[in-house]
């Protein structure tokens, strides 16, 4: 439903904000999104490093769960007040505007709207982010799921509402943050009574232990500093080397790369809760088969999505931008498959993050995020934006092979295997994907015929995958699918994998 709602919200957004606004400002737009995510790292890596914590100590710790909780939250709420005092700084001394290149025109409603969406931010996510967090362990996770898919509708409908009734970046900002206040506010009053319900809320405050985890996640934060400015702060590098216009032509064209990139989010965030059980008992089948629905979902939905995307793109992509923005299939083609080497690595990524394993972390993205900025710096002026995505590539192909070495370094260290097996049939799926996108670029007179081959090939490669897997992994790969299917079928699909009804 949130990658529904997401498509959906751009393919109405993006032409109406490129309608009514011009470039420059759709771009600032964009830029606030992006800073904010940025600059909000620290807090958002405290969150997560709780919500790991969390999931290791497990619902049978109750009360520990509670005073960590309860401990973290003053002291998130103290770490988000100092962040919104530094980028008030930050945005006052002109730093921000200048660091980003920004027209004169367009500092003030660009600071403006920079410094409303900050302290919205501080008010409401630092709430809901940890407290969520806290009960996911308790089952509650899709109940924050199902508020994430509200939010976005929500807040995308108020902000193309707002510029279709002619409203300029500050207004818009404003009726965004209003809505997103109200959201927020009302998730924080549920999820509240619920911690209470769930006896959370401890009066037992340790400030010291408190500020010792926050210090703890600090390196999480360099980690995921890293990690916005390989995939986010590309925008900020390309906007000085190729100027505004091909900064919003890459931004746009990784729309559905970002799609893409939440379709893994939707299948790696619900299973993390279970896969940290399973690596706790050292259940390597259960293991193994959390694993293969990821794998599967890049077998089965986002290579045949890519593809399809490459093939259709040209047409529909001059018809989404209203012909503003020149489409190009080789960066398209680019994007695509560096969102496909992440979601091939997220079984690595996931036992690496889940297990708080933070040195191992920050390495690899030192090391992929230097590799993507230098080849940006390099490429860029040699092949414009292109080098940028071919940077991007490298940089998520790089962060493959080390989140995967840590992965199996650890999973031995427990007596446990890596699914390498597994691992290499999930990654000719990457093949054919590069293969059939260069071949439907290249050909473009044949791109129909190149698109069924690639398809096809594809089936085959699926087969393979599927041949290999334990019998539990397509037990549980088939009843996640099975959810999706008619009720009428699903006896006759049970009866073929061997589940009983």
């Known amino acids: ?27 600032a737009w964009i830029l606030v999104q992006s800073i904010v995510s940025f600059l909000t790292i620290f807090d958002i890596a405290h969150h997560n490093y709780l919500g790991n914590e969390f999931l290791k100590i497990g619902k049978q710790k109750r009360e520990v769960i509670g005073e960590v909780f309860s401990t973290g939250i003053v002291v998130a709420f ?23 290149g920004m027209e004169k025109a367009s500092i003030h409603p660009f600071e403006t709207s920079l410094l409303l969406t900050c302290g919205t931010w501080v008010l409401t996510i630092t709430f809901t982010g940890l407290l969520g967090r806290a009960l996911n362990p308790f089952g509650y996770f899709p109940l924050s799921a199902w508020s994430g898919v509200l939010f976005a509708i929500f807040s995308t409908a108020a902000s193309v509402a707002a510029v279709y009734f ?45 500020f010792s985890r926050f210090f703890a996640s600090l390196a999480l934060g360099v980690q995921s500093g890293l990690e916005i400015l390989r995939q986010q702060g590309v925008r900020f590098i390309l906007l000085p080397l190729s100027g505004m216009t091909q900064m919003i032509a890459f931004s746009t064209m990784r729309t559905g790369a970002n799609l893409a990139l939440q379709g893994v989010g939707t299948i790696t965030g619900p299973l993390m809760p279970e896969l940290m059980a399973f690596l706790g008992n050292r259940d390597q089948p259960r293991t193994e088969s959390a694993f293969s629905v990821i794998w599967l979902m890049l077998c089965v939905v986002l290579v045949p999505a890519v593809l399809v995307l490459q093939y259709a793109a040209p047409v529909l992509f001059p018809m989404w931008t209203q012909g503003k923005i020149e489409f190009d299939p ?13 979601a091939l690595a997220q079984p690595a990524i996931a036992v690496v993050t889940g297990n708080n394993l933070v040195r191992e972390q920050v390495l690899i993205s030192t090391i992929a995020t230097f590799i993507t900025v230098a080849g940006i710096y390099l490429l860029v002026p040699l092949t414009g934006v292109r080098g940028a995505a071919l940077a991007l590539l490298l940089g998520e192909s790089i962060s493959l092979f080390f989140y995967v070495q840590s992965a199996r370094k650890w999973l031995s260290g427990v007596g446990m295997r890596w699914p390498t097996s597994a691992f290499v049939n999930a990654s000719l799926s990457l093949v054919v994907a590069a293969v059939g996108m260069a071949a439907i670029t290249s050909f473009q007179t044949y791109a129909g015929l190149c698109l069924v081959f690639a398809l096809i090939s594809q089936v085959f490669v699926l087969i393979a995958y599927w041949s290999q897997l334990p019998s539990i992994a397509r037990q549980s790969a088939s009843a996640q699918a099975v959810r999706f299917v008619p009720r009428l079928l699903r006896k006759q699909l049970n009866k073929a994998v061997g589940i009983k009804s």
């Open 1 to 27: 439903m949130r990658i529904a709602v997401t498509i959906f919200s751009q393919v109405i957004a993006v032409p109406v904000y490129l309608h009514y606004w011009s470039i420059e400002t759709y771009g």
């Open 78 to 100: 103290l770490v988000s007040i100092v962040t919104f005092l530094v980028i008030c700084a930050l945005t006052f001394s002109g730093t921000i505007s200048h660091w980003v």
């Open 166 to 210: 002619g409203a300029g970046l500050v207004a818009t900002t404003v009726v965004t943050c209003i809505v997103t206040f109200l959201c927020h506010s009302t998730l924080s009053i549920i999820l509240f009574r619920i911690a209470r319900q769930e006896n959370l809320i401890s009066r037992k405050l340790d400030l010291a232990k408190g």
């Open 330 to 342: 080789v960066l398209f083609a680019l994007l695509s498959l560096a969102v496909l080497v992440y």
